[in-house]
Antibody, heavy 123, light 107 residues
Framework: QLRLQESGPGLVKPSETLSLTCTVSGGSISSTTYYWGWIRQSPGKGLEWIGSLDYSGSTYYNPSLKSPVTISVDTSKNQFSLRLTSVTAADTAVYYC???????????????WGQGTLVTVSS | DIQMTQSPSSLSASIGDRVTITCRASQGISNHLAWFQQKPGKAPKSLIYAASNLESGVPSKFSGSRSGTDFSLTISSLQPEDFATYYCQQYDNYPHTFGGGTKVEIK
């Protein structure tokens, strides 16, 4: 069974870059999954979809995020990553990585989530 | 962006009650809607996809339906483990968007 685990700094300074990695275990990221993404949840708030990446290399980002976003995958390490640059306090949130184990339908969604990691943006 | 309007934002119910949560999309999304359950301090768990398909291992007391751009999640008989916050999400268009959530509490 697939397991996803987020890792990265729990504290980031304003204007710096937030970098998180999601390590996939229990299966090969390239043969078991084809779609990867990130969602976040500010303290006490709802869920916000950040962006996703599919097997073809196409990326999809949420334009409402004020901090520029990059999502990438490293199949050799069975990992995918998130970068947010020039973060502010508004980027403080629990960040979840997610994937899907469903067959491709042309409309993928993130149904398989990691446990989440809290990132605080503060000086 | 597609707006997902979820209602109610919270509800109180008793054990055994039938509970329905609704989500309205601001435009057509076909059946590309999922429902998630989130318990405090935990990651959301997918319950239903494609509006009415139960995820593997999810009990049949959960069901989903669609009428045009209106979607519903129903819990047929509320149990203690069902008290949580529920979110809908559309995945028809990017950016994928979530509803604001419905917190189900014990009456």
């Amino acid at each position: 069974q697939l397991r996803l685990q987020e890792s990265g700094p729990g504290l980031v300074k304003p204007s710096e870059t937030l970098s998180l990695t999601c390590t996939v275990s229990g299966g090969s990221i390239s043969s078991t999954t084809y779609y990867w993404g990130w969602i976040r949840q500010s303290p006490g708030k709802g869920l916000e979809w950040i962006g996703s990446l599919d097997y073809s290399g196409s990326t999809y980002y949420n334009p409402s995020l004020k901090s520029p976003v990059t999502i990438s995958v490293d199949t050799s390490k069975n990992q995918f990553s998130l970068r947010l640059t020039s973060v502010t306090a508004a980027d403080t949130a629990v960040y979840y990585c997610a994937t899907t184990v469903k067959a491709w339908t042309g409309y993928p969604y993130l149904d398989y989530w990691g446990q989440g990691t809290l990132v605080t943006v503060s000086s | 962006d597609i707006q997902m309007t979820q209602s109610p934002s919270s509800l109180s119910a008793s054990i055994g009650d039938r509970v329905t949560i609704t989500c309205r999309a601001s435009q057509g999304i076909s059946n590309h809607l999922a429902w998630f359950q989130q318990k405090p301090g935990k990651a959301p768990k997918s319950l239903i996809y494609a509006a009415s398909n139960l995820e593997s291992g999810v009990p049949s007391k959960f069901s989903g339906s669609r009428s045009g751009t209106d979607f519903s999640l129903t819990i047929s008989s509320l149990q203690p483990e069902d008290f949580a916050t529920y979110y809908c999400q559309q995945y028809d268009n990017y950016p994928h968007t979530f509803g604001g959530g419905t917190k189900v509490e014990i009456k």
